[in-house]
């Protein structure tokens, strides 16, 4: 129901019902985290052997139920449940560096009387915020003024925050979720790693934060997706990651999807970008969804659930030579064929045209595959059915032909047209953050987890495309985008504050 848009009904009894349904999805989400820590803290009490692998993945476990809990609230504007099982939060250590900042009313006369304005008081609020190699505090200091004629009171107020009653400085919020999703560590290390400073942060706090700034950047990653799907030609992968199975204690597969934009090779100044979305399965309606409205190309492997959108005629296929490239490889590797290796040196005089294509103009790229590619390509279709001839059937390597046979009809449009790519290798490597933190974070939690780590990869993965700085970027974003009007959030995207 929360991963889903939502329109909030007018009618009292469709309300009524909305919210008793939300109500229970949330009470669903705290069982389920208090269930989680009464098991954590069973195997504390008994913490040897082979149970510390345990330990982690039920850390894990609740770090991303967390996460999803604080995202919901985020996003249904819902006010904060206090949790009386979550640990109190304590004053910040006196040893951190302290970073007064003092904000004043513009003027020293009252605005109603124009009399003098005496101190009577001061407000300060500290702010926990984090500089690359070190902590510091921000204190907000906002002294309360008073008119010496009518004793009209004014005091500054106190700027926007990127979390509510919070604590956290944008900066602080941006080195967590980069270490989380660009550097892979969970949010139970960087507890302990604060703890090492001085600095107590709870996993939990950290994933109630984690939750609150990706609801916060949501609308940032949604402009990403409609920047990618403006595109001619996007490249598109999946890759599976476990998700704990509600009220089984098991986890059960689900997938994070990536669609690219990347028209460089072509010499286009537009930016890259990546837009990375979670399901809790790989059903073939899920990139339907996605893919909603989209016109153009698409490279992608020989995933069937993307069979409907090519026969709607509005998504257009182009296959990848590295996926059949591959098959020939493991070949090569387990067997020593000379036919799959000749099939590998024919596939290396293909991709040595690309290069020397890079950069270049598509009318130009196209004709260069036309004088140059073309006869290659054919005469490998060729080629290969041949071999089918000389070998048996039922071997690995006659299965790897009728793979490359079948998968270059599909190929063939990128000969023709410029803009295409030879291989769907700028999706692959946008895979690569999602194995790297798969082998840390183990499984998420929920569909509305996931949700929150597919925003957080867009964000970071395209400012890495771009050559920004993921958390100088994400920091002065985070700073900036509370008060951001949503039809202007456009302005925020990461290739933007390279100008």
Not at 205 to 231: F, Q, S
Not at 308 to 326: F, K, N, P, Q
Request: one cysteine or more; charged letters at 30%.
């Amino acid at each position: 129901m929360l991963d889903e848009p939502v329109t909030i009904p007018d009618d009292p009894e469709e309300l009524r019902s909305f919210t008793a349904r939300l109500l229970d999805e949330v009470k669903a989400q705290a069982v389920l985290i208090e269930k989680l820590r009464h098991q954590l803290a069973g195997h504390r009490a008994q913490r040897f052997g082979s149970s510390s692998e345990t330990i982690e993945q039920l850390q894990l476990a609740l770090e991303t139920s967390e996460i999803a809990a604080a995202a919901m609230v985020a996003r249904m504007k819902l006010p904060d449940i206090e949790d009386k099982s979550k640990p109190k939060r304590k004053p910040i250590p006196d040893h951190i560096p302290r970073m007064e900042v003092e904000l004043t009313p513009g003027s020293d006369a009252c605005a109603d009387c124009g009399g003098h304005l005496r101190r009577i008081g001061e407000d300060v609020t500290e702010e926990l915020e984090y500089v690359p190699g070190r902590f510091i505090v921000n204190r907000i200091m906002r002294p309360r003024f008073a008119c010496a004629c009518c004793e009209r009171f004014t005091q500054s107020p106190l700027p926007s925050r990127p979390i509510e009653r919070g604590r956290p400085g944008p900066g602080l919020l941006a080195h967590v979720l980069v270490s989380k999703y660009a550097d892979h560590l969970p949010l139970y290390r960087q507890s302990q790693i604060f703890d090492r400073e001085g600095i107590d942060l709870d996993r939990s706090t950290l994933a109630d934060w984690v939750g609150k700034t990706t609801a916060l950047l949501e609308p940032l990653a949604d402009a990403i997706g409609r920047y990618v799907l403006a595109g001619g030609a996007i490249f598109a992968d999946d890759t599976p990651v476990r998700m704990l199975a509600p009220g089984t204690g098991k986890t059960r597969t689900a997938r994070i999807w990536t669609y690219a934009r990347d028209e460089r090779p072509w010499g286009s100044d537009m930016p890259p970008a990546a837009w990375y979305r979670f399901s809790g399965d790989r059903k073939g309606q899920h990139p339907k969804d996605h893919l909603a409205g989209y016109r153009g190309w698409m490279h992608a492997d020989g995933y069937a659930g993307f069979e409907e959108l090519y026969r709607s005629g509005a998504v257009r296929e182009v296959a990848c030579m590295a996926h059949i490239r591959r098959k020939f490889v493991d070949i090569y590797r387990s067997q020593g064929s000379a036919v799959a290796e000749e099939a590998i040196a024919r596939i290396a005089k293909l991709y040595a045209v690309e290069k020397e294509a890079r950069g270049s103009p598509p009318d130009q790229r196209a004709a260069l595959r036309k004088a140059n590619a073309a006869p290659v390509f054919d005469d490998l279709e060729v080629w290969l059915a041949m071999q089918m001839t000389r070998i048996s059937g039922k071997s690995p390597l006659a299965a790897a032909i009728r793979y490359a046979l079948t998968r270059m009809a599909r190929l063939r449009p990128y000969l023709d047209n410029g803009m295409l790519e030879l291989d769907n290798n700028v999706a692959e490597r946008g895979m690569r953050a999602i194995a790297l933190g798969r082998k840390n974070y183990l499984f998420v939690g929920s569909e509305a987890g996931g949700k929150a780590a597919a925003i957080a990869y867009t964000l970071i993965e395209t400012a890495k495309l771009n050559a920004t700085d993921p958390f100088a970027w994400l920091a002065d974003t985070i700073a900036r985008i509370p008060d951001y009007k949503i039809n202007k959030v456009d302005d925020l995207l990461p290739w933007k504050s390279n100008r």
